[in-house]
Every structure is written in structure tokens, then in C-alpha cells.
């Protein structure tokens, strides 16, 4: 989860940076910016202390973590999806691999088996 932060506010952006710092990135690059005003856009979280904020203040560290969590998850499911999918399906191949050297180690042990019956 990458979070910018961009507030009007310099206590409140100073604060948010302490609690995000190894989230932190340019708005650019990031999945959600936190700001204090309202903008329409797909990556806006709203902090204020009116009830249609993602997050109301006061708040905790803990609060905002598990805020943005949620958020998060709402927009970018279908990344996690899709590599999800493409590690499922890696595994897949590897165990497809595996069984496919198995049968044919179990097939020549079986026909060394009737050789030797035979032989």
C-alpha cells in the first residue's frame, strides 16, 4: 500500500507522515492520498469532523490503519486477484511436473519389475 499525504493543515500532515512512514509515497505513485479537503477523485481519503469523512478526528494510529486498510482493499482488488491467479497457476505447473516425473518414474520401475519377472 503506497499513501501520500496532502493536507492543508501542517499539523495534521506532520502527524500522518510520523504514522505513515514506510507507506509514504509521491501522490503520483500511490494508491490513496489522504487529504483534509475534499477533491473528487478515485484515491481521495478524506480526514475531517464531519460525518462523511472516511475517517473522523480524532483518531488513533490504529485507526487510520485499519481505515486505509479498508480502503485499500476496496481499490485494488483486482490486482490481488490477478496475481493471485498468476502464483495459483505457477503452482499448478510445478505440481503438473512433478506428477508427470512420478508416473514415469513409477511406469519404469513397474517395467523393470516385469523384466526382471521375465528375465
Known sequence: MKVAVECRSVLLQKALEKFLDGYLSSVKHSDIVIRDYKKNDDK???????????LVKPFSKSQLMLALQNRYKA?????????????????????????????????????????????
Open 44 to 54: 481521495n481519503f478524506f480526514i475531517a469532523t464531519s460525518q462523511d469523512a472516511d
Open 75 to 119: 481499490v485494488k482488488p483486482s490486482q490481488k486477484n490477478e496475481s493471485t491467479a498468476k502464483r495459483n497457476n505457477a503452482n499448478f505447473e510445478i505440481l503438473q511436473k512433478r506428477i508427470e516425473m512420478l508416473t514415469e518414474e513409477y511406469k519404469n520401475n513397474i517395467l523393470e519389475a516385469i523384466k526382471a519377472f521375465y528375465g
